[in-house]
């Protein structure tokens, strides 16, 4: 989620030649010396502040973009490449587990993924991120993640939105659908459920300017100012076998324990997450 890059630092009034410093005619023939350098560590949060077409690649595994979601299963997985800066998206039936593969995935931890899913009839966008838990290196910098994927969380779903355009153009009322975002961690501060609201507002650039100035939650404040004043709940998916929910079972694997605690409105604690292999 944070690496650190090497960039040099140099004098911004590097010293003049005595011939300089005088004005003189001549010349001097001195090899320069060599300008100081410094080598600071500048750390760089996952990925840009905005959304960059050109730097996002879109995978379609399986899935035919004018089957609605609600009668057949669609899932995103996002991964971040910290070498090129660059996003790859697939698009499948069920999450991509080729792609949360290898080394880098495994310490960082930055891919996030999605379904879509009916309950009761509506649909709504269920998106997971994995905040600490697995090392102790995630679990030392919790609150860091945590603040560094409510800032880029805009530029995911927008990635997700411009990724299966097609779909949204020929369905464009998932456009309306809920948000729903699981924060996976097992620090209980950050292991929560918030409601990020429809997709279309989701989507769009934080109203605070996102500057690097501005802190991360500022969307998630953002959306749960509006959430209690709204019918905005949970779904729960029906007990028995029916036809107003799909998928019948969650293409993310994830145990449905939770607390109840704040069952209805607002921010809610998240189930426990298992480790995708």
Not at 7 to 13: C, G, I, K, L, S
Not at 163 to 181: A, H, I, M, R, T
Not at 198 to 214: I, M, N
Request: aromatic share 10%.
């Amino acid at each position: 989620m944070v690496t650190l890059t090497f960039a040099p630092v140099f004098h911004a009034n590097p010293r003049r030649s005595e011939f300089e410093h005088k004005g003189s005619v001549f010349v001097s023939r001195r090899k320069p010396k060599k300008k100081n350098q410094a080598v600071v560590p500048v750390a760089r949060l996952f990925g840009p502040a905005i959304f960059e077409a050109s730097k996002l690649k879109v995978l379609f595994l399986g899935v035919d973009e004018k089957k609605h979601p609600g009668k057949l299963p669609r899932a995103y997985t996002l991964t971040h490449s910290d070498i090129t800066s660059k996003l790859t998206l697939a698009i499948s039936q069920t999450i991509n587990n080729s792609q949360l593969q290898g080394w880098a995935n495994k310490i960082y931890r930055d891919e996030v993924v999605a379904e879509w899913k009916k309950v009761k009839g509506k649909m709504s966008l269920h998106v997971h991120c994995h905040i600490s838990g697995g090392h102790f290196l995630l679990d030392l910098c919790a609150r860091l993640r945590y603040f560094i994927f409510c800032k880029e969380l805009p530029v995911v779903l927008k990635a997700f939105v411009y990724g299966d355009g097609n779909l949204l153009k020929n369905y464009p009322e998932l456009q309306e659908s809920l948000v729903w975002v699981y924060f996976h961690s097992n620090v209980p501060e950050f292991n929560r459920v918030e409601c990020w609201g429809p997709l279309v507002e989701a989507a769009a650039p934080c109203s605070g300017g996102g500057g690097d100035g501005d802190d991360g939650r500022d969307r998630s404040q953002e959306m749960q100012k509006h959430m209690f004043g709204s019918n905005w709940e949970r779904p729960q998916p029906c007990q028995d076998n029916c036809n107003c929910c799909f998928p019948p079972m969650s293409l993310i694997p994830w145990s449905p324990k939770h607390s109840h605690g704040n069952e209805g409105h607002g921010t809610q604690a998240a189930p426990d997450l298992n480790t995708i292999e």
